[in-house]
């Protein structure tokens, strides 16, 4: 029997990852009959140092699905971001945190969204609901999803159901949330590895509205000035794309985790959608108090089309 694939969104985050692992446990244990984790990129350094200290091997790498395979899709929904043959493949359900775009089913579907934080705080309320005990190191991969998402519950995204889950997910996994917390997100601070191509590719989303298309990218350090060392040579990876992909904007976020504070790269025919708001010099824009692309940086391009 053709096994069930569950994976995230393209360029895969934390949530994306650990999310696709907890998702296939769950269901898994719900249908008696293996549901396979899987990715659509490579994993980032803050996902590999919480698949390390959990002991859980990453998920295959899948490009793309066969018509009538059978998936879940967990983290998105927008067929933009998501593998190659979506259109011809069999959805069976979709567990989000997102908006709704770009998205239609010719059958119907398990369709379960929150405007919370995190995917695995929606998961974290499936476990309970269907009565699924959590297994320690899926509730720790959970956790890190959680913690990532919400910049250990920093983000303007965090809601108490995200800090709920938190705080129960954290006794199954019996760590130290602040501690761990902290280690995982210094984890993923590390960029100097990438090379510029990688480095606006790492968390980087493709959408679309009204055939104005666009990404929005992001990269979380300690030190944005460490990132913008390299300003020119990512400047010329993101023209690259632009040209490749037919863009009118992409829009490349550094976050400053410890200050919660972004400057973003914006390059385009269509910077004004970020200009109308914050000024940009150089094509960098000045970005205080943003962390959130879903709640802070999406709604204003969203806006300003």
Do not use: W
């Amino acid at each position: 029997m053709e096994k069930t694939l569950v994976f995230g969104h393209k360029n895969p985050d934390t949530d994306s990852i650990c999310s696709s692992i907890a998702m296939a446990n769950l269901q898994t244990k719900l249908l008696g009959e293996e549901v396979v984790p899987c990715r659509l990129g490579e994993i980032n350094e803050e996902t590999k140092y919480a698949l390390n200290y959990f002991d859980v091997e990453a998920p295959k790498l899948i490009e793309k699905v066969e018509e009538a395979q059978k998936v879940i899709l967990v983290d998105h929904n927008e067929f933009t971001q998501s593998v190659d043959g979506i259109e011809n493949a069999k959805i069976l359900a979709v567990v989000d945190h997102h908006r709704i775009n770009n998205f239609q089913t010719s059958e119907p579907l398990f369709y379960y969204a929150q405007p919370v934080g995190c995917t695995s705080t929606v998961l974290f309320e499936l476990f309970n609901t269907n009565n699924i005990k959590i297994e320690q190191n899926i509730a720790g991969l959970m956790l890190s999803a959680i913690i990532s998402d919400t910049l250990l519950l920093k983000s303007p995204t965090t809601t108490d159901k995200d800090k709920k889950a938190v705080e129960e997910l954290a006794k199954i996994a019996n760590i130290d949330l602040s501690t761990y917390g902290l280690d995982m997100l210094k984890a993923g601070t590390n960029l100097d590895k990438y090379t510029e191509q990688e480095l606006i590719n790492l968390d980087a989303k493709s959408m679309e509205k009204d055939n104005f298309k666009y990404i929005i990218a992001q990269v979380n350090t300690v030190s944005i000035p460490d990132v913008l060392k390299r300003k020119e040579k990512i400047e010329e990876e993101i023209k690259k794309v632009i040209k490749e992909k037919g863009l009118c904007l992409f829009v490349f976020v550094i976050t400053d985790i410890v200050n919660s504070n972004s400057k973003a790269i914006v390059l385009g025919e269509r910077t004004d959608v970020i200009s109308k708001t914050y000024e940009i010099k150089d094509n960098l824009a000045e970005m205080p108090g943003v962390v959130s692309r879903k709640k802070q940086v999406l709604p204003l391009v969203e806006k300003n089309i």
